[in-house]
């Protein structure tokens, strides 16, 4: 019994040297960035003057117009996206797995594939399309859209995927066709409830692959937030320093968001917990 008692403290321990080991080398960079924004006037003392410009945003309008057209661009291009991408896989990975499970391999195999072709290629593929996009549409970034959609096919169709696998599709499509609903109501008001977590965990993985998207958008020849950080970095790299450290403050906000709404999600319907258990008294 000591042994084992010994050998579990032992565990523990090492879990804690590793954990504290990834958090030191997450952390130290981050620190670093946050040291560099707070130096005073020529390298000596304290000033929150860079993270002030941040937040006044007549600054920004006045003297980094590159920022704010990246700013503005990102966030329409993360809104666009997402929905491009629940319209596109949540009733196609929903129409398979009901008429075309023969098919989910298939769908499965070209959602992944995005994974192993790298952004260079990705352009280069796309350079024909983009070509009639500014043709018909314009050149504005938010275009860009489309090849974003592409980029986070293989994360949102995990997520996804995982969602629908935990619930009865077929049961509760056909429960709902022989009460007279219609597809498009199915999909509403069935289906996507019960999606729920799968829907905010692939929307918050776009939303933070397309906030750290640089490539694609360097190569077009496009300004994204990323862009505009990277020619800030030219001019002011203490501002430049300092909208990285928010974008990645933002992204990892979200993630943390991802994971405590699946946490609170999953205890909820648990009957191991006592918010589980207090839930099924309820009901």
């Known amino acids: 019994m000591s042994l084992q008692a010994a050998r579990r403290r032992k565990q523990a321990i090492l879990r804690w040297v590793v954990v504290g080991l990834v958090l030191t080398f997450f952390a130290l960079p981050l620190f670093g960035m ?36 990246g700013l503005i661009a990102s966030a329409g291009l993360a809104v666009l996206t997402v929905v491009i991408m629940l319209v596109l896989l949540v009733p196609t990975m929903t129409w398979v797995r009901l008429r075309l499970p023969g098919l989910r391999r298939t769908v499965e195999f070209i959602c992944l594939l995005p994974l192993t072709i790298p952004a260079i290629v990705l352009v280069v593929g796309l350079t024909p399309v983009y070509a009639w996009v500014t043709y018909l549409l314009s050149e504005d970034t938010i275009w860009l859209c489309f090849a974003y959609v592409v980029l986070v096919l293989p994360y949102a169709y995990r997520a996804l995927d995982a969602g629908l696998g935990a619930i009865d599709v077929k049961t509760l499509s056909e429960a709902g066709r022989s009460l007279g609903a219609s597809w498009f109501r199915i999909m509403i008001r069935i289906i ?3 999606l729920r977590t799968a829907v905010l965990s692939a929307s ?35 501002v430049s320093v300092a909208v990285a450290l928010a974008a990645l403050a933002f992204a990892f906000a979200v993630l943390f968001a991802l994971s405590f709404v699946g946490v609170t999600r999953r205890e909820a319907r648990s009957p191991f917990t006592r918010r589980g258990r207090r839930r099924a008294k309820e009901s």
Do not use: H, M
């Not at 003392?45 to 117009?65: E, M, Q």
């Not at 020849?221 to 862009?227: D, E, G, H, I, M």
């Open 34 to 69: 946050l040291e560099f924004t707070t130096r005073g006037a020529g390298g000596s003392g304290r000033s929150l003057d860079t993270w002030a410009k941040l937040v006044d945003f007549g600054t920004i309008d006045a003297n980094y117009p590159d920022l704010k057209e």
């Open 192 to 194: 996507l409830p019960n």
């Open 204 to 238: 918050f993985l776009a939303v933070a692959l397309v906030l750290g998207e640089f490539t694609i958008a360097n190569l077009y020849s496009r300004v994204n937030l990323q862009v505009a950080i990277f020619r800030l970095g030219k001019s002011d790299a203490q």
